[in-house]
């Protein structure tokens, strides 16, 4: 299980330092292969590759002629590379996804519970102070108990 925010940096050669913390648990439960990809090309998902065909199967038992599925495969696809850690830690993420959603420099890399998310630290903050959690948003959360 991914929890928690863990700022870092995206070197020059763009590859990403995993936070320890993360590190450990991939070294624990994965044998530090990644499908890296996106849904909107604004925040990268680092998937280990485990889980990831996990997600395969799910996608395998959607009609190929469903709309909503090619759309979410053009994207998958688009912005998606297979990586492995290296000895430091590191995994280069795909240069198109790097440019769009702007992975420079400074990041900030959250647990999804399977799976990381790597967005650009400030693009993050101004998007979650630009939506921030609602009255109604939190009803809605408290039906399904939390």
Same mark, same amino acid.
């Given at each position: 299980m991914f929890r928690g925010n863990h700022p870092t940096r995206v070197d020059e050669k763009g590859r990403l330092k995993l936070p320890a913390e993360f590190k450990r648990r991939i070294d624990e439960l994965y044998n530090g292969r990644f499908y890296i990809t996106s849904k909107d090309g604004r925040v990268a998902e680092i998937h280990p590759l485990q889980e990831w065909e996990k997600v395969e199967q799910k996608l395998a038992e959607i009609p190929n002629f469903d709309?909503?599925? $090619?759309? %979410?495969?053009?994207?998958?696809?688009?912005?998606?590379?297979?990586?492995?850690?290296?000895?430091?830690? $590191?995994? %280069?993420l795909p240069q198109i996804l790097r440019e769009k959603a702007n992975l420079m420099a400074e990041v900030v890399v959250f647990g999804m519970q399977t799976y990381l998310e790597v967005a650009n630290r400030e693009v993050f903050v101004a998007n979650m102070d630009a939506n921030p959690l609602t009255a109604e948003d939190e009803q809605k959360l408290a039906g399904f108990g939390l």
């Open positions: 709309p909503a599925k $090619r759309k %979410l495969m053009d994207r998958y696809n688009f912005f998606g590379s297979e990586a492995e850690m290296d000895a430091q830690g $590191r995994v %280069l």
